[in-house]
């Protein structure tokens, strides 16, 4: 017997995973930290098809990964954003608008801003904040 596959053709279980990409951005609500930017890093899930890349193994029939990442380094690193959701709504679209992707599941993380770290003296510490969106072809 074989397995029956069950998500639509518009939610495939294949998934392209990028992990821990970091680049060094000047985003933030704050002057200070818009002044001197911080690390951050993005995490995507690139939901396609891969059965004909993998029946293949040809390139054209999937994502060039090496692509996404410099597109996220480079508007990470580049453009300036209030808040990471913006910069995560920015690259959803990106990815969508530019790759074969049915949807993107998006992570960005930033390291604890120096004026959050000092206003949070004295009651504790935070190691970072981040923020994850799913957006779709059908959604986005």
Request: hydrophobic fraction near 35%; glycine fraction near 8%.
């Amino acid at each position: 017997m074989t397995a029956r596959r069950t998500e639509s053709a518009s939610s495939p279980a294949d998934r392209i995973l990028l992990r821990d990409i970091r680049f060094y951005g000047n985003h933030g609500a704050t002057q200070e930290e818009q002044d001197v930017g911080q690390w951050y890093a993005v995490d995507l899930d690139l939901c396609l098809d891969l059965a004909e890349a993998g029946r293949s193994d040809d390139l054209s029939k999937t994502v060039d990964y090496g692509e996404v990442c410099r597109m996220v380094m480079e508007l990470g690193s580049t453009k300036r954003f209030q808040i990471i959701e913006a910069l995560a709504e920015e690259i959803s679209q990106r990815v969508l608008n530019n790759f074969a992707v049915d949807s993107v599941r998006i992570r960005v993380t930033k390291s604890t801003p120096a004026g959050l770290i000092a206003s949070l003296s004295g009651f504790g510490t935070l190691g970072y904040s981040a923020v994850e969106v799913h957006r779709s072809r059908s959604t986005s």
